[in-house]
């Protein structure tokens, strides 16, 4: 992978981490809670949203190691869910802004190649239709990765919507732990990563033959990654 690659890559993947958060910081702004505007994290600048190594260094490793998974992180947005105007409706609304962005982010990029591809006559080997290739298969990664309904990751905050009292106090309980959980379940069982793979090439096909790219996408990353 040559160096402008490199470059195009972290150009769209990085604002596409900081995107994730920063759309948790509008929708709990939206709903009454200004806490990251008062912080200065309401902002689509991806600079205040920067983790150095979730961010920066471990997919900018990924990469650079030719990894079939690639996967990154930002700061998380603070949210005051007492500040919400309907606090467990509200959070639920603020975990799925994240997913949601990555998911309509996944579709703009695919809209992008269809055009690179159709009106400028771009093939699967040029930088930017390679580059744009990867932010679909990395926002695509983000919406389901963070879907997953284990805390802390944000399906869990849209699966506490639907839990009755007693079911609720048992699953907040259950938060510290969660992060054991999920590595655990991404290191020792590997029918979670079959699971995910599975469900990023289904729902990549989905997102592609929106604007009839599929092939060319498919291309751009089996040139990249193999």
Known sequence: M???????IAAIVIPSITSHEAAHGFAANRLGDPTARDMGRLT???????????????????LLLGSPILFGGARPVPVNVSRLRHPRRDWAIVGAAGPLTNLLLAVAFSAVVAILAGVFAMSSDTVLIQALSVGIYFNILLFIFNLIPIPPLDGSRVLQYFLSPAALAAYQRFERYGLIVIFGLLLLFPATLEFLARALREVTYLVTQLFGVTPIVDAALQALFG
């Not at 040559?2 to 195009?8: A, E, F």
């Not at 689509?44 to 990924?62: E, R």
């Open 2 to 8: 040559n160096v402008p690659t490199i470059i195009g």
């Open 44 to 62: 689509l600048n991806p600079v205040p949203h920067i983790d150095p190594f979730f961010t920066i260094l471990m997919p900018g490793l990924l």
